[in-house]
């Protein structure tokens, strides 16, 4: 896990710039037009990605698939609602344990919506890393039951990834007779789950939720300002698109 956190970090802004400016002040010294256009490009896109109208752009890329209208759901084609876990934070010292990421409090936050809506039992799915105490599924399943006030009927527990979710959750679903499900996860995230879980013969349809583009509520002058919140989006969004193409690469 280190390693491929390292990778991914390493491969994304900030860090490749920095490695992008470092390389060309150490190696390029004596080529100082290639070394300062080098510099220029990394600070200049470090720059743009900072700015809240590339964030937009990048997730309208991603977020093709539309919310639900829950209104219209016949709930009879449906067996399940399948919920993808997004990460912990381990030991949480307020909680004295491990509990969701905020994105991971998202997805539950809809789909207990979607379950007083439908009635539909619920599948949460996210297994452990290698110093993971317990399963993610574990205490996505008591947040759902007891701060959402629903209910959790199944739990996939041996996930890693997004392509795992799939994976095993298609396996539940045969134990269980389930042919379709609503597939709860953030909506710049449903390409990459909808490539997995078509993958896996599962049959579903999105219910995308936390979307990052049109909800954009300030003056439009600070949408051409660098801020570090839309620096943060636009790498999220970027992690996205190069996790997509490795699914495809990989998994085709």
Do not use: C
Not at 225 to 246: D, F, I, K, R, T
């Amino acid at each position: 896990m280190l390693i491929r956190s390292l990778l991914k970090t390493l491969a994304l802004p900030p860090s490749i710039n920095i490695l992008i400016i470092l390389f060309a002040l150490i190696f390029l010294a004596s080529r100082p037009r290639l070394r300062n256009s080098l510099i220029f490009l990394s600070i200049a896109s470090l720059a743009l990605l900072a700015l809240p109208v590339s964030t937009e752009y990048l997730a309208r890329t991603l977020e093709t698939y539309p919310a639900l209208e829950i209104k219209k759901i016949n709930t009879s084609e449906y067996q399940a609602i399948v919920i993808l876990g997004a990460g912990r934070y381990r030991d949480a010292v307020e909680y004295g344990a491990d509990v969701p990421k905020a994105m991971g409090l998202e997805r539950l936050r809809y789909g207990a919506l979607l379950q007083r809506k439908t009635g539909l039992p619920i599948l949460v799915a996210g297994g452990m890393w290698d110093k993971d105490k317990v399963p993610e599924s574990e205490f996505l399943k008591n947040i759902i039951e007891h701060e959402f006030m629903g209910s959790v009927l199944w739990q996939e527990s041996q996930s890693r990834t997004t392509w795992e979710n799939a994976k095993y959750t298609q396996q539940i679903a045969e134990q269980n007779q389930i042919q379709k499900v609503l597939l709860v996860t953030h909506a710049w995230h449903m390409p990459r789950a909808v490539y997995s879980f078509k993958k896996a013969g599962l049959a579903f349809t999105p219910a995308p939720t936390g979307f990052r583009s049109g909800n954009d509520d300030m003056p439009e002058i600070l949408d051409y300002l660098p801020q570090a919140s839309a620096l943060h989006n636009s790498v999220l969004m970027l992690h996205e698109m190069l996790g997509l193409l490795w699914y495809r690469f990989v998994y085709e």
